[in-house]
């Protein structure tokens, strides 16, 4: 693939690296030097290019979405705190016959967990005895809090049909590439899930996976989506 990174921070290099060691080619790079106000995001720029990696900030990422979309550039997305604009920017995507595929975290592991909170989730909303809580932490530079992950585990407990009290917390500090953790507690047990990334290798490999896979197909998906198709288009 010939690939383009909208924004060049430590997941970008990280992106970078892993992406030539699997034989792609990254043929363009954007930072905040040469795409101020998106002024690198030209027809001219990606011709040629088979997909985008866009990982920014929360607000930049939909103003480079939007352009994405107007160029048609297949884009993965793992910027968090934008998912407000979600329906505008697939709306866009939609619009230009476009590929989008965007997650709060594009880990293998954490998409996983997301399906066994759900599970254990469905069953303690049997369970009027325990209560639950939701945690994360992240290194000191990570801009929001809590982290779209945690949330987005939360969201996945209410559609399991657990309806009581999540308690939310966050922690930054550090630098820790991040852990999510989901817990259930009673009198007579406690129930812990949790997941604890050793670096960004994880992040890097499920935004490479999306790359090859928006580079060959059409539409809006989220990560989870593509991994658990078994198969399907």
């Known amino acids: 693939m010939r690939l383009a990174l909208v924004g060049y921070g430590k997941m970008g ?135 779209g992950t945690l949330l987005r585990l939360v969201e996945d407990m209410r559609a399991a049909g657990y309806d009581r009290k999540v308690d939310v917390a966050s922690n930054r500090a550090g630098a820790h590439p991040g852990t999510h953790e989901i817990g259930f507690d009673s009198l007579a047990d406690t129930l812990t899930v949790r997941h604890v990334a050793r670096g960004r290798e994880g992040f890097a490999y499920g935004a490479l996976q999306a790359a090859s896979w928006g580079a060959t197909h059409k539409g809006v998906r989220e990560f989870a989506e593509i991994l658990f198709s078994e198969g399907k288009e």
Not at 28 to 36: G, P, Q, R
Not at 117 to 127: F, G, I, K, L
């Open 13 to 147: 290099r990280m992106i970078e690296r892993l992406a030539i060691e699997s034989g792609s080619v990254v043929a363009l790079k954007l930072d905040e030097f040469n795409n101020v106000d998106g002024a690198g995001l030209t027809a001219a720029n990606f011709a040629g290019i088979d997909a985008a990696i866009e990982f920014t900030a929360p607000s930049i990422a939909v103003g480079n979405l939007l352009r994405l979309a107007e160029l048609k550039v297949p884009t993965v997305c793992g910027t968090t705190g934008w998912m407000g604009e979600l329906n505008r920017v697939r709306a866009a995507f939609e619009a230009n016959d476009g590929t989008l595929v965007y997650s709060a975290n594009f880990s293998i592991g954490v998409n996983i967990l997301r399906r066994v909170v759900s599970e254990a989730a469905r069953w303690m909303s049997r369970q009027s005895s325990y209560e639950s809580w939701a945690w994360e932490i992240h290194h000191s530079a990570k801009k929001d809090a809590p982290s």
